[in-house]
């Protein structure tokens, strides 16, 4: 009988696995990550935990997985060289891509090179226009050359992305039959099966990111089925989608555009369920590494989707008005802003005698220097360690002890002095000043979309999240915050907890008064059908099986579209004037006013989630412990809003009992919780810690 | 200067950042909710917070040629409106010779005030698509006067204690061609400067009245320490140089901006004493403008680090002579001012590439191409406007200037075509990079980029706003200039070349083609590794004649280099070209090849 379910999450550094059983008891293994094949650490730490939880392969029931193989192959430019066929005239669209730059005042800036080299893009004769009009038949003697010359090229992955394809396919569908005769063993991607939405670069980029990773992908996960296969773990692998859902094996290794970045999405994921447990419904998560930081929100108990995002976009904050620095991927992928601020980024003093704090980073390597690894920047985590908020003894239960003499050095002499200000002044401002970085990831996920931070719970993980989280939430204005348990590995629980999802999307560019129901209706059934046969296929029967679906719409004229659950299951008169009465509301909150513009229809989406009988989500969290918690003690700590050293309650999460006054410090295995005055703590009965501001 | 008493440097950074993303946070908002292709899309707009006696505090990531120019356009608000600003009034004003840049850039302000106190401003520029006058899209370049470009806004209330004005409103309504995109844009501009305000007020409340305004202040003066330390950095000294403007569209007389520019200590002097008369066309760049483009371009020769705000305009100071070219007096036409203003900013950049050799890249390329197409079908009017603008970039000391990609003085995107065919009667036929159109060098510069435009409603009134058909993207360290600019009537059929700046009268199935200058070369062509050239050439962004400009012969088959005809060309090329003029030179097209 299946006993425990292993998420498994791929990291730069280390590769962390959490086997939940179904009884909440979790074993977390972290294990360094094996660049060079992923798998095998994978199969390392998979294999270590079953030996020390006493089971046999045959006892894990399921492994949800996040990894980066896409990502990194298409950052280190070692995804399959690939062919794209587009309209002719339009072969540079993939290159000149938006022509913004993601850094202004930036003299040596230069473009991120294009997946498919200019000599690999080929041009047939075609066009449609944006009704789907076909104004140009397709030229078959240009796509016999043009496959000539792919054969002679010897590609193997192949891309096609024409012009208004995805209102009018056939053209695209031509193509990639004769794609199959000429080249049977051609992997294709196809822009209107892929993406069928208005915006030729956007769906240019998609299309041919599925092809560049394609065969990357399918190795990478083909190799990990069958090693799990062959250790005799005989369950189904699912892949964490960057939506938020999870996807099986086979359709990852089809459209893996959906599984790229698939890590970050897990933390929201798990966040998600987390505020469903705990019956919060507007949840911001905060989510800090070593170096960067990321926030996302769930409201009204909902995921936040955003239409598209970049993959290595860069990282600056207010990387959503300076686009251009990464490859655009065009699938609704979970809300996330990111700053490059963590607990590696150094701190330094500008010309005019000014703290700055990142955007370098020490890294891992050599990292912060009380890591003694040959730093010799100060960090925010070296700050961290001044401060005491960091106990130099106790990372990861002793065994990484950190050198705070070392760290106060640093900070004296890079900061203190040329600032003139005492070490402990130093450290808070570099504390300090890297919340107000981090709060810009924060504020761009509430306030940037017109959303008041103050009626969010912050919840809070990641290696630094829960030592920055209070001063943070102060910041803004928050309240309220969890800390979960683990909360250092907490993403892999996101794999556990994630559903099966499948998302579909059509465009049809319609105002309401060009809309036919009928065609509109038409294009709904088949969406939904194939989002059902997937479900079915795939073992869940109808009463397992939710259908949503979901509009892209605008006032005619606008650029961005707001997307809307689909009021009714059918398109009709009055559906129509129900969508216009939440598009405005909708609208209103976002922006602030309606207007009484006619509404535009922009896509369809469908998503389709097929459902467990039992629930993914234990009531109650207990790890299994391996090192004793460490027994209630205290030391000295530095709070910058009391302006001195406190002598600070130092304890292990289990033994926090009843509601505890800051100021505190809550230490375990892979994180530290800082409590400062003025808040309060208690542990509830998941095992989550809740920090509450008082008064 | 030192640090005011009582403010830490760590505050101040705190408060500084956080209305940095405020101004952000604006900018998103416009994106959102804007109607034109030429906001949405295009990115023309910028959003900005000031201190209360109207000192630019932080703009958003917008467009660095606004970013001294919004501060202008409200210090003519203040000084006409004087004591009589209220809680609740919002301000616009799009007037030239008020402080504003061109009539289609309405500007607008909000005061916040906190107990009745003034304590600072909110701002929004966005790029109307159309603002009325005699040609659709505001930016015609054959007006003769101001009174011909459209609707005039000097500074007034557009809000009066909360209150629309609606005679203001109707006015605006009334006088544009496409209402519904103009005021759709105003919204949108509206409800940014309204959450900026939201925003700053929030961090009145963590702050404080006092010592926020004190922040406030102190940010410009931490700003204006930081670009001087920077100033200090450059060399001392005196550079000149001269670049051209091609004409006016009336007479074939070239323009000449002339500049000296002069670092000493921690400041930099620009003067343009000597520069053409102003235009009889409006492609006048009015002196507010004329100063923000310098400061865009000098901004690139500082650290990223320093903010742009007044701190960074402090010790910059910028002379030219009324009724000068870059001076324009009232009431000379400047609808297109931005083709001016980016020739100011070109001759910045060959000022600096003397003084800082080894940093500065060769020009930009581009041509300041704006297309704007008008008309009606069925009796409602269509304006699309969109800048096929400047980039690509120049070669670097470092690498090849990025092909397309655009100038650094700006950051404009280019509109999905999709989205153009959905919303104007127009196709696009082409777009795509034009081969050897970037000028040779060790580092070679960015191509440039070919457009085409067919009309598909029954007819249209076609503007045209271009340069750089006469004189060539400069190069720099002996890198050759760039491609110049073409505009083509029915490439296909009477293929009509058509000078830089008209207006014509065109039918269904007419195509304008419009291909964009290369930029130039940085470093000896004949120091650019063979195979790099063989790589462009394998590309097709270098033809097998072109590598013949940087020495290189490539093989019949077109895939390999001819080691010893290579050898043997770049030798014959060194000797006879003589020693080779590093300094950047403007050329006219008509003397190469």
Known sequence: MAKFRAGVDIGGTFTDIVFLGADGRVLVRKVASTPSDYAKAVMEGLAQGIKDLGLSPQDIGEVGHGFTVATNAILEGKGERTALITTEGFRDVLELARIRTPRLYDLYYQKPPPLVERSLRFEVGERMTFQGEVLKPLDEASLEKVLDRIEASGVKSVAISLLHSYANPIHEERIAEAVKERLPDAILSVSSKLLPEMREYERTSTTVINAYVRPVVAKYLGDLSSELQKTGIRVPLTVMQSNGGLAPVESAIEKPIYCIESGPAAGVVGAYHLGKRLGIENVMTFDMGGTTAKASIIEDGEMLLAPEYEVGGGMSAGHRLLKGGGYILRVPSIDLAEVSSGGGSIAWVDKAGSLQSGPQSAGAVPGPVCYGRGGTEPTVTDANVTLGYLNPEHLLGGGFPLDADAARKALHDKVGIPLGMSDIEAANGVHLLVNSNMARALRAVSTERGRDPRRFTLVAFGGGGPIHAAGLAESLGITKIIIPPSPGVFSAFGLLFADLEHHFVQTHFKTFDQLDFDVANGILDRLREEGRSLLRAEGFDGSRQQVITQLDMKYVGQTSELTLAMPQTRFSLETLEEIGASYGVEHEKTYGYQAADPFQLVNIRVIARGLSEESRVPDRIVPIVAAAAPTSSEREVYFGQVGEWVKTPVVGRPSLKGHIDGPLVIEEYDSTTIVPPGWEASLDSSGDIALEKAG | ?593
Request: one cysteine or more; a negative charge.
């Open chain 2, 1 to 593: 200067m030192t640090e005011r008493q009582g403010l830490d440097p760590i505050t101040r950074n705190i408060i500084k950042n956080y209305l940095e993303s405020a101004a952000d946070t604006m900018a998103v908002t416009v994106v959102r909710t804007a109607r034109s292709l030429v906001v949405r899309d295009n990115m023309d707009f910028s959003t900005a917070i000031f201190n209360a006696e109207g000192d630019q505090v932080a703009q958003g990531l917008t467009l660095p040629f606004h970013m001294g120019a919004m501060q202008p356009a409200l210090a003519a608000v203040r000084e006409y409106f004087v004591d009589d600003i209220k809680p609740g009034d919002i301000f616009a004003n799009n007037d030239p010779y008020e402080g504003a840049s061109h009539l289609p850039d309405i500007f607008l302000f909000k005061p916040i005030f906190v107990n009745e106190l003034l304590m600072g401003w909110t701002c929004v520029i966005a790029h109307q698509t159309d603002i009325g006058g005699r040609v659709a899209g505001g930016n015609a370049c054959d007006n003769t006067e101001i009174y011909q470009e459209g609707l005039r806004l000097p500074p007034l209330k557009l809000y009066e204690e909360g209150e629309l004005n609606k005679a203001v409103w109707r006015i605006i309504e009334k006088n544009v061609r496409v209402p519904d995109k103009v005021l759709g844009d105003i919204m949108a501009q509206l409800s940014a400067i309204r959450q900026g305000e939201k925003e700053v007020l929030r961090l009145v409340a963590d702050h404080g009245l006092e010592n926020l305004k004190n922040y406030m202040t102190d940010i410009i003066d931490y700003t204006e320490r930081l670009t001087r330390a920077e100033i200090e950095d450059l060399p001392n000294g005196t550079w000149e140089f001269t670049d051209y403007v091609d004409d006016d569209g009336f007479s074939d007389d070239p323009i000449a901006i002339k500049l000296k520019l002069t670092i000493e200590a921690d400041e930099i002097l620009l003067d343009f004493t000597g520069t053409s008369p102003q235009a009889k066309g409006s492609i006048n760049p009015n002196f507010a403008f004329t100063k923000s483009a310098c400061y865009a371009a000098l901004k690139n020769l500082t650290s990223p680090t320093v903010s742009a705000n007044a701190g960074f305009f402090r010790p910059i100071k910028v002379i030219a002579e009324p009724g000068s070219y870059v001076y324009p007096q009232h009431p000379a036409p400047v609808a297109a001012r931005g083709l001016g203003g980016f020739r100011v900013a070109h001759t910045v950049f060959g000022a600096m590439a003397q003084a800082l050799p080894d940093k500065v890249p060769a020009a930009w390329g581009g041509g300041e191409i704006g297309a704007s197409y008008g008309g009606y079908i069925d009796g409602k009017a269509f304006v699309f406007l969109e800048f096929n603008n400047d980039g690509p970039r120049g070669g670097g000391p470092y690498a090849d200037g990025p092909d397309g990609a655009t100038a650094p003085v700006t950051n404009q995107s280019n509109t999905p075509i999709e989205s153009i065919e959905a919303d104007q009667p127009l196709r696009i036929t082409r777009y795509e990079y034009v081969a050897d159109s970037g000028g040779a060098g060790k580092f070679r510069g960015g191509l440039g980029v070919i457009r085409e435009y067919e009309l598909t409603a029954d007819e249209a009134t076609v503007q045209i706003r271009s340069d750089r058909h006469k004189f060539l993207p400069w190069g720099a360290q002996g890198g050759s200039p760039g491609s110049q600019t073409h505009s083509i009537l029915n490439p296909a059929t009477e293929n009509r070349e058509l000078p830089s700046k008209f207006m014509m009268d065109v039918k269904k199935g007419d195509v304008y083609r419009s291909v964009q200058a290369g930029a130039g070369g940085y470093g000896d062509p004949l120091e650019r590794e063979p195979e790099a050239v063989l790589k462009d050439v394998l590309l097709e962004k270098v033809t097998v004649e072109g590598a013949r400009e940087y020495g290189v012969v490539v093989m019949g088959d077109g895939t390999s280099i001819d080691a010893a005809a290579t050898k043997e060309l770049r030798d014959k090329i060194g000797r006879e070209r003589g020693p080779l003029s590093l300094e950047p030179k403007v050329v006219r097209a008509s003397e190469i090849r």
